[in-house]
């Protein structure tokens, strides 16, 4: 078998590992492996699917890169939870990623932020409101720091989110922000600043600070049309 | 080296792995390689990294998985633009996802609903708000394939908003609701219904549609509390 997979030339040995990557990942399925279950050995596993360790070995090694599979001391192969954001953080390459796909991220961007207030409101602590009034107030000290305290201004609102996964995928999100936006005029800011946003959130209600946001990304809505 | 890499065994091996990935991806970076430029072959790339022409086959098949590389004929290796949605797609399996993470994307979800309304306001067409109607008015006569038509509805407002990776966003993270649902009181529905939402699509304005859509979805943010 080792040798009829070396011997198909590298278009059929990719999709070999391809079939591989899925038969093994149906077979954890099938077999209810949970994380912290040790897998079987490379050797089993082959001898269980039918094909070359090599390929096992190939189909394995991506899901340790998905973040599914991490080997310990004296317990060989653990299936885990996975980082679920781990993959995705590799192919977020500005460079690679076609126009299209990067304005749709854009936009993911603009829907979220649009649509944080409701959890904002539910958890946001007093200590919180300071944290960000502070960040808010620096705009007006150090103008040639602009890019740096609009993402920990936004990305302060994303941490009140209580919600981690979250705060991680903007943190994430933030070469194509920031690659998008560099084709776009700078300087744009709408009628509602920072600080005007830290006021809503201090003395107004929610709906307020849902109007206040979109006043805040009207330059990007607008651009949309 | 092919020997050595062997002989580590399992543990050395893959964090061999990861450490041939990290370096061929910034190979690739350094050396400014575009979506649709051929790649060196593996011998090349395995001379120029300075590792085994089997650990090189073994990055590059995680980066086939990822979506940024493929065989295509007479060209070999050729870097192309990643779907971004491939890999996450791979890892979202509720089952071994932890709960703390399931419940961000759930959250996750609210957060994009919510937000969705600018967009929905700026792209939608007649012809889409006639096709909701229709989803909309279908739960009436069919009790029992509220689940489906729950997914139909919600799926269209997505598809309205004209953001295809979005779209296929939603549809991915369709079996982490159902997963995050099945513990909740069933048939749990805010006080505006899905013709409630198409009423104010049609007639009403953005605000309104904002707090309809959270009305909507009240009974997921109480829970949140």
Redesign the interface.
């Known amino acids: 078998m080792n040798d009829l997979v070396k011997n198909l030339g ?2 059929k ?2 999709t070999m ?2 079939a591989v ?1 899925a038969q093994l ?1 149906a077979y954890l ?1 099938k077999m209810s492996f ?2 912290g279950d040790s897998l079987p050995k ?1 050797t089993e596993l082959a001898d269980a699917l039918g094909v070359s360790r090599n390929v096992v ?2 189909a394995l ?2 899901l ?5 599979i991490e ?1 310990r001391k004296r317990r ?2 653990v ?1 885990v ?2 980082d ?5 953080e ?4 500005p ?4 126009d ?2 990067l304005e ?2 854009f ?2 961007r ?10 904002l409101f ?1 958890r946001m602590k007093p200590a919180d409101i300071e944290e960000l009034e502070t960040i808010a107030e620096q705009e007006v000290t150090h103008k040639s720091f602009q890019v740096k305290n609009e993402i920990a201004f936004h990305g302060k609102l994303y941490d009140m ?1 209580g ?4 705060k991680r ?1 903007q943190i994430m999100l933030l070469p194509v922000f920031a690659h998008v936006t560099t084709h776009v005029d700078k300087h744009i800011s709408g009628k509602v600043d920072h600080k005007g946003l830290v006021n809503i959130l201090k003395k107004g209600s929610k ?1 307020e600070f ?2 206040g946001m ?1 006043e805040h990304l009207k330059p990007h ?1 607008d651009r ?2």
């Open positions: 590298t278009v040995t990719n590992a391809d990557e990942r399925k949970k994380p490379e070995r190939e090694s991506r340790r890169m998905l973040g599914m080997t060989g192969m299936l939870s996975p679920i954001l781990q993959a995705f590799r192919v977020l390459d460079p690679i990623i076609d299209a796909t749709d991220i936009e993911l603009l829907v979220i932020e649009m649509g944080l207030a409701d959890l539910t989110t919600n981690a996964t979250l995928f709906e849902k109007k979109y809505f949309l049309k």
